[in-house]
């Protein structure tokens, strides 16, 4: 068989260059490294040693720098042994799941430290690092000063508490440690203080002219990845700090500057240059790496995830640009030479930075320092995944434009969908076949001009996509085979014809398993063993494969192109059947890890609709501008804040910067506007705009009717942008139009650790607020105050005679009981705290409440339990009550029913206010602040 196959790939024997983000070695690897470039990388590598080119791909562990150090004072241990172990521990997960480098190393090499310096100081002479004195956060309390991420606040963007003095894991901003609001010390309850200390900064400003020349031409380049880099020169550069005041590190190599290293985002990029000086000396030949960074004919490609962009397309060019300023001067060249350095020539740029966005997970950046996440080791170990599953998944599924939640529910589906159904069917089927009728035979055949045509376009448009890095087009063709495989075979029905047309089936089941070696060469970048598999089903053992070499010896012979479909001939015998990939149950824990607690967010406005069943791409987010489309007046353009910024082209008219809206990220599935079937949203250019997701009307959502309008959300939905719509559950609290007048305030506590017994420092508290209340009962004519009377007034109003209020109880109960109740600390801190002011709380388990609660006046009595004593109570007919869709949740304020009680096991709290005429919706906001703050302190 003859094919373009043979013809057009020949040999290329080009050199590629990859150079793969640096994990930190501070703990198991999670997956957003596999989604952001571990995977990808992996498959680009194999591809390009497979057609015959010589690769250099090099990555390691990042072991310095405050998350490690951060790490391993968690753990007791020295950063240095806690950063072997990490390492060793990223080694052995690389390996199950078949990544392979050329060479692996770590930043504790005495190489990458006599690399490292030597880069400082020719940028040191060249003038690109300036020293100047600076503010950094010091910890008085430990004396010491605080590494950026030692330092955590609010950030000034997004507002969000947890942000590190580097960045913020919420909006993923770059900050500045001085930038943070209210910013506190990790290392003790001190609060920082700026102390001066000096530092080396690189001068970007230096570099920029060449930086944007360089960039003119990166058209190729992904464009948010483009649009990120640009946007950095066009904001203005500026001296970045590269030196730290820290012990474990890089010491810099100046005279006076001992207790300093090398800063670590400075010195890690630097590590693609030490890695490769260090793979020529382990090849027996120094200065071998010239061959890669000193040829314009090799490109150079880094694999990274979206946060480091701006490292790999600004700040690494820039150190590139002045390194390469040495090389103008054969003094400094002799006097700064690299390790088997020989030439006086320029190191290669940047050729393509194919940066993947994040993984989230729920909505959030994944991050060992933060602990959010799934590390790899527990989808393998917990969960046992096929390690070619997960390669599947990350590259099927990667967040190549846009950020995109895991979710475990799609790991499932493309496994069970795509490789079990598609192409692990077919194959079983053919293999199964070939065994039972033609006793593991090939028959004869020949294959026929459309498989031959669908074999030859599937080897060349995969390969083109891999070159162009288009991973998810890649796979597509692959799957696309599957597809005319799958269809091929039902068509020609070989189990009939076997019976009447013994040759017509032979030919059929020939083609069928030509199909299968293609797939078996096809999927070695993917799936690799998957691959080997198929080649040892199909008997096929021999073939060269530079990847096995590179694994077993650990460098490649020779360089010849294997990326080519083999003909297994007539008469071979071949092995039986082996499943490739096992059928994946959706179980309890991976929906645990799908639907977690949701989030509870306060609205009327959306209290009772049901949004845990929308597909979890769809997230929250927020127009930020909006303007006519150039070419249809119809159609508007959003750009849209989310978990990463997104271009929504848009025919609904209703929509205006500000607005939070629901946005289906691509990939997510909505409901049509017919409100029947489910249809996948993909990014699309419409009349010459790229829209990049879609937003949702309510039909869309799936609940409600509406199919015009986008489904605007509280502003209550702000703080919880970027997160998946079916995360949040609303809860409000609809009042009677009889009771509107009357002062109510209600709030969420979440997260309460609710236990038996109250803390030494709960208990001080509570006993010196009993003293207040024995106080007030020494004045015999406490009742009559207006507080306690004025309660007594409004449940006479409505229909209960002279009930008194919560808080008179509970004085009446210290006055005869010398103490306040004791039931557990949660209730009674409240229970103090409604004694004190005068306000009735109730206090109310959200994941008990059934329905939407109410302030009601009954229409009829009401049998409940009360919580207390789990007797028999009646609210009347007439009275107010609070309720849900079970009935009583509380009898004017004073009686709680027992099905929403506040027990040891509850998570989430509704706090309902009641006032009077006396205590106004002011005195209520002032006094909830000052519960929610007990709350903090004494919890």
């Not at 006993?767 to 007594?792: A, C, G, M, P």
């Not at 509970?810 to 004694?835: E, Q």
Request: proline fraction near 5%; include cysteine; hydrophobic fraction near 35%.
């Amino acid at each position: 068989m003859k094919t373009q196959i043979f013809e057009k790939l020949k040999s290329q024997h080009k050199k590629i260059f990859i150079g793969v983000s640096w994990p930190y070695a501070n703990g198991d690897i999670h997956l957003g490294h596999l989604a952001g470039q571990n995977v990808v990388c992996d498959v680009f590598a194999r591809y390009h040693r497979l057609i015959g080119n010589e690769v250099l791909m090099v990555s390691g562990s990042d072991c310095h720098g405050a998350p490690v150090v951060f790490a391993a004072e968690e753990k007791g241990i020295k950063p240095e042994e806690f950063a072997e172990k990490s390492h060793e521990n990223i080694l052995k997960t690389f390996k199950r799941l078949g990544f392979l480098y050329e060479n692996y190393t770590s930043t504790t090499t005495e190489n990458h430290k006599k690399v490292a310096q030597n880069v400082f100081l020719v940028l040191k002479e060249k003038g690109y690092l300036v020293e100047k004195e600076s503010q950094q956060y010091f910890d008085p309390k430990v004396n010491r000063f605080l590494p950026d991420r030692y330092v955590r606040g609010t950030c000034p963007n997004c507002k969000a508490d947890n942000a590190r003095g580097d960045e913020c894991p919420e909006c993923g901003a770059y900050l500045d440690p001085e930038e943070l609001i209210n910013p506190r010390s990790t290392l003790s309850d001190a609060t920082p203080i700026i102390k001066q200390t000096n530092h080396f900064y690189l001068d970007l400003r230096k570099a920029a002219p060449k930086l944007n020349e360089w960039l003119k031409d990166k058209n190729y380049w992904r464009k948010w990845v483009l649009e990120v880099s640009r946007g950095w020169i066009k904001n203005g550069l500026k001296p970045r700090a590269i030196t730290r005041d820290m012990d474990y590190g890089i010491k810099v190599p100046v005279d006076g500057w001992e207790g300093k290293v090398i800063y670590v985002w400075f010195e890690a990029v630097i590590g693609y240059l030490s890695a490769a000086i260090e793979w020529a000396a382990k090849q027996g030949n120094p200065g071998k790496w010239e061959e890669f960074w000193k040829n314009s004919e090799c490109k150079h490609y880094y694999f990274i995830a979206g946060g480091n962009v701006p490292f790999h397309t600004i700040i690494w060019p820039a150190e590139i640009f002045a390194y390469n300023e040495k090389y103008e001067d054969k003094a400094i060249f002799e006097k700064y030479k690299l390790p088997g350095e020989t030439t006086q020539e320029n190191l290669q740029l940047p050729y393509d930075v194919p940066a993947n966005n994040m993984l989230t997970f729920r909505g959030k950046k994944m991050s060992k320092g933060d602990k959010t996440g799934i590390t790899l080791q527990k989808l393998l170990d917990e969960y046992k995944f096929n390690p070619d599953t997960l390669r599947y998944f990350f590259v099927k599924n990667a967040p190549e434009d846009t950020n995109r939640d895991y979710i475990s529910k799609d790991l499932v589906d493309s496994n069970n969908n795509e490789l079990v159904a598609n192409i692990g069917n077919f194959i079983n089927r053919v293999v199964s076949f070939t065994n039972s009728k033609f006793e593991g035979i090939v028959p004869e055949g020949h294959v026929n001009n459309e498989t031959e045509t669908q074999l030859n376009e599937t080897f060349i448009k995969t390969g083109k996509y891999i070159e162009e890095c288009e991973f998810v087009k890649a796979i597509e063709q692959i799957l696309a085979l599957g597809h005319y495989a799958n269809k091929y075979f039902n068509d020609q029905k070989p189990w009939e014809k076997i019976k009447t047309e013994q040759e017509n089936a032979s030919n059929t089941i020939y083609n069928s398993i030509q199909i299968v070696s293609a797939f078996g060469t096809l999927l070695k970048p993917f799936l690799p063993f998957t691959a080997e598999k198929i080649q040892k089903m199909l008997n096929f053992n021999e073939l060269y494969d530079p990847n096995k070499e590179l694994e077993s010896n650990g460098k490649i012979s020779k360089f010849v192109n294997v990326w080519k479909f083999n003909e297994i001939p007539v008469g071979q015998k071949i092995n039986k059947p082996e499943i490739l990939f096992e059928k994946l149950d959706y179980r309890e824990e991976f929906q645990k890890t799908d639907n977690p607690e949701p989030e509870i967010i306060i609205s009327t406005e959306t209290s009772g609709l049901d949004f845990s069943k929308i597909d979890p791409n769809v997230v929250i987010a927020k127009i930020k501008s909006s303007q006519p489309h150039p070419k249809d007046a119809k159609l508007k353009i959003h750009e849209v804040e989310s978990r990463s910024p997104s271009r929504v082209v848009c025919a609904a008219q209703n929509v205006n910067p500000g607005d939070i809206v629901p946005l289906a990220l691509p990939g997510s599935k909505v409901l049509s506007l017919s409100g029947k079937g489910k249809h996948k949203i993909e990014s699309a250019t419409i009349k010459g705009e790229k829209s990049e997701g879609m937003l949702c009307a309510q039909v869309e959502l799936g609940i409600g009717q509406d199919t015009k309008n986008i489904y605007i959300l509280p502003k209550s939905f702000e703080k919880h942008i970027g997160k998946p719509l079916s995360s949040i559950r609303s809860i409000g609290l609809n009042i009677d139009e009889t009771l509107k007048d009357e002062p109510v305030l209600w709030t969420v506590v979440r997260d309460i650790n609710i236990k038996r017994n109250r803390s030494n420092k709960l208990n001080k508290w509570i006993h010196d607020r009993e003293l207040e209340v024995e106080q007030i009962t020494k004045n015999k004519k406490w009742k009559e105050n207006e507080i306690y009377s004025h309660f007594r007034e409004l449940h006479s109003k409505y229909g209960a005679g002279d009930t008194p209020g919560a808080a008179e109880e509970l004085i009446s109960f210290v006055n005869k009981n010398h103490a306040l109740p004791n039931i557990n600390n949660f209730v009674d801190l409240y229970n103090t705290f409604s004694a004190t002011t005068g306000i009735s709380i109730g206090a109310h388990d959200i994941e008990r409440i059934d329905g939407t609660p109410q302030l009601k006046i009954l229409e009829k009595d009401q049998e409940f339990n009360h919580v207390t004593t789990n007797t028999k109570d009646v609210a009347k007919k007439g009275e107010y009550a609070f309720t849900d869709d079970k009935g009583v949740m509380c009898r004017l304020d004073i009686k709680q029913s027992n099905h929403t009680n506040v027990t040891q096991k509850t998570k989430k709290i509704l706090i309902i206010f009641q006032g009077t005429k006396t205590l106004t919706i002011k005195v209520l906001k002032e006094k909830l602040k000052e519960f929610e703050k007990l709350v903090k302190e004494l919890l």
